[in-house]
C-alpha cells in the first residue's frame, strides 16, 4: 500500500487513445519529472508532451490530469496520462513511469486500494469487473446497480438485524438479574424468521443473476428435419445455420452468442439426434447429448405435420423435469400433433406454436426465454440481484446457520448455543460486503481482475 504502482489502463491494441494510471503518493512527481507543458493542477485535463528524462527525447503529445486524494478512484493521489493508443507509445511510457520509481500494478490494484482505503465495500469492487465484461444492457445494468452500493445496502440491512438480536442475547446471557428487558424465546423466534425470510429472497434472485450476468445456455434439441437450423438462423437474425431437406445436414453443434430481451444467450445448434450408421454422424450425436446435459433451457422442436415416432419418444425420455420449451413446427402444413398433447405429455413445459417457414412464432419463443429468466418481470433495472457464486455460497451458509438457530429456538435451548448460529450468519453477511473477509479472500477476489483496474 505503500508504493505507488502504474500500469496501462485501456485495452491493448489499437486505438484513437491510451491511458497509463498512476496511483500513490509519488504520482505528481513522477508526471513531473517527465511531463512538459503547463502546470498541472487538481483535476484539469493539461496538454503537453512525454519526455524520456534519461535521455531528453520525446516519447509523445499527450494530454495529463491529475487527481488528489482522496478525491480520486484509490482515494490515493492518482495521475492519468493519456497518449496516442499505440502500443509502442503506452509501453513505452509505462516502461518511463516504472523507471522513475513506481512499480507495475497486480491485476486489480487500483480496485483493490479502492476497497481497502474503503471507497468501495467488497460486492461494489466485485461489480466494477462485471461491468467491464458486461455482455447486454440488462448484465450491465445490474452491474451498475451493485456498483452503487444496492446489494451492499440490503446485506448490511440484514446484518444489522442480526446485530441487534446477538446484542439482545448478549446481554441476557451476561446480565440474566439485571432490570433489562428479557427476550424471550417468541420474540427471538419472531426476529430469525424475519431475518430468514429476508436472506432466502435475496437468495431467490441468484439463478435469474447468473444467468444475466454470465448469459443463458440454450440448447436447441430435437430429430433430423424439424427445423432447428431453420430456428436458430430465425433467432439470429441471419444464415448462420446451413439448412436443406438431407436428414443429418447438421453433423457437428454451432453455438452463437446474441441477446434476447437484453438477455446474453449462448444458442446452440444441435445434430439431429437419430439412429445412425453414419461415423461422423454419430459423434455429432454425442456432442448434442452432452449440450443437452449442460445447457439452462432447452428448446425442443417437433414436426406438427408428422405423429411422433421413437426418435420423438426417446428424446422426451431425456427431458423429464428439464427447463424446456417446446416448439410445435411447421404448423402451416396438416396437423398431426396438437400443442394440447404436448402439453399432456410435458406438463412442465412451455408449448408454441411455430412456422419458420412464415416467420411464425420466433417473437413467442423470444418472450418465452426472457418469462423464464425473469419470471415473468421483464424489468429488472431497479432489482437487487445476486449475481456471484460467491455471495450466493455465502447466502446459503447464512440461510442454513438461522436455521438451525430458529429450530434450536423452537425447543428453548440456552440461549449461548442460539449465538453461536446468530454470529455465524452475522460474520458469513460481512464477507459479502468485505467487513468480516480474509485476506485470502480479498486476494482471490481482485486475482480475477485485468491490468489497469
Do not use: W
Not at 489499437?14 to 483535476?43: M, W
Not at 439482545?168 to 439485571?178: A, F
Not at 426476529?191 to 431467490?204: A, W
Amino acid at each position: 500500500m505503500e508504493d505507488t504502482i502504474a500500469a496501462i489502463a485501456t485495452a491493448l491494441g489499437e486505438g484513437g487513445i491510451g491511458i497509463v494510471r498512476i496511483s500513490g503518493e509519488d504520482a505528481l512527481p513522477i508526471l513531473q519529472k517527465i511531463f512538459r507543458g503547463r502546470k498541472t493542477e487538481d483535476k484539469v485535463l493539461t496538454y503537453g508532451h512525454v519526455y524520456d528524462n534519461f535521455t531528453g527525447d520525446c516519447i509523445d503529445e499527450v494530454m495529463a490530469v491529475y487527481m488528489k486524494g482522496p478525491h480520486s478512484y484509490t482515494t490515493e493521489n492518482v495521475v492519468e496520462i493519456q497518449c496516442h493508443g499505440s502500443i509502442v507509445s503506452l509501453r513505452k511510457i509505462l516502461s518511463l513511469v516504472l523507471r522513475n520509481g513506481a512499480r507495475l500494478a497486480e491485476p486489480g490494484e487500483f480496485t483493490k486500494r479502492a476497497f481497502l482505503n474503503g471507497r468501495l465495500d467488497l460486492s461494489q469492487a466485485e461489480a466494477v469487473i462485471d461491468l467491464i465484461r458486461a455482455k447486454s444492457d440488462a448484465s450491465f445494468d445490474v452491474a451498475l446497480g451493485q456498483l452503487e452500493g444496492k446489494l451492499g445496502n440490503v446485506v448490511r440491512e440484514i446484518r444489522a438485524h442480526l446485530l441487534d438480536l446477538l446484542v439482545n442475547i448478549t446481554v441476557n446471557i451476561d446480565y440474566p438479574d439485571e432490570d433489562i428487558e428479557e427476550l424471550t424465546y417468541e420474540n427471538l423466534l419472531s426476529g430469525l424468521v424475519q431475518t430468514k425470510d429476508q436472506i432466502s429472497s435475496l437468495l431467490s434472485t441468484a439463478d435469474t443473476g447468473r444467468m444475466i450476468r454470465e448469459g443463458l445456455s440454450v440448447s436447441i434439441i430435437g430429430k433430423p428435419n424439424v427445423g432447428k437450423s431453420s430456428l436458430m438462423n430465425a433467432l439470429l437474425r441471419e444464415t448462420r445455420a446451413i439448412v436443406t431437406e438431407i436428414p443429418g445436414t447438421t453433423r457437428d453443434t454451432i453455438e452463437e452468442m446474441l441477446s434476447i430481451r437484453n438477455i446474453p444467450v449462448k444458442l446452440t445448434d444441435t445434430a439431429g439426434i437419430r439412429q445412425t450408421e453414419d461415423i461422423i454422424e454419430k459423434i455429432g450425436i454425442e456432442k448434442s447429448k452432452e449440450s443437452f446435459n449442460q445447457s439452462d433451457l432447452v428448446l425442443f422442436m417437433v414436426d406438427g405435420s408428422r405423429n411422433l415416432d421413437s426418435e420423438d419418444e426417446e428424446i422426451l425420455s431425456h427431458l423429464g423435469d428439464r427447463q424446456a420449451i417446446v416448439i410445435l413446427n411447421k404448423v402451416d402444413l396438416p396437423q398431426k400433433i396438437t400443442s394440447d398433447s404436448l402439453r399432456q405429455r410435458i406438463p412442465s413445459a412451455v408449448v408454441i406454436e411455430a412456422s419458420l417457414k412464415e416467420e411464425k412464432g420466433i417473437t413467442e419463443i423470444e418472450d418465452a426465454i426472457a418469462d423464464l429468466v425473469y419470471g415473468g418481470k421483464l424489468n429488472q433495472k431497479n432489482s437487487v440481484l445476486v449475481t456471484s457464486v460467491r455471495h450466493k455460497n455465502l447466502l446459503e451458509q447464512a440461510v442454513s446457520s438461522v436455521t438451525d438457530a430458529i429450530s434450536m429456538a423452537q425447543i428453548r435451548q440456552p440461549l449461548e448455543f442460539l449465538e453461536i448460529d446468530v454470529n455465524r450468519a452475522y460474520e458469513l453477511l460481512g464477507e459479502i460486503v468485505g467487513e468480516t473477509v480474509s485476506g485470502d479472500v480479498i486476494n482471490e477476489v481482485f486475482s480475477r481482475f485485468c491490468l489497469g483496474k
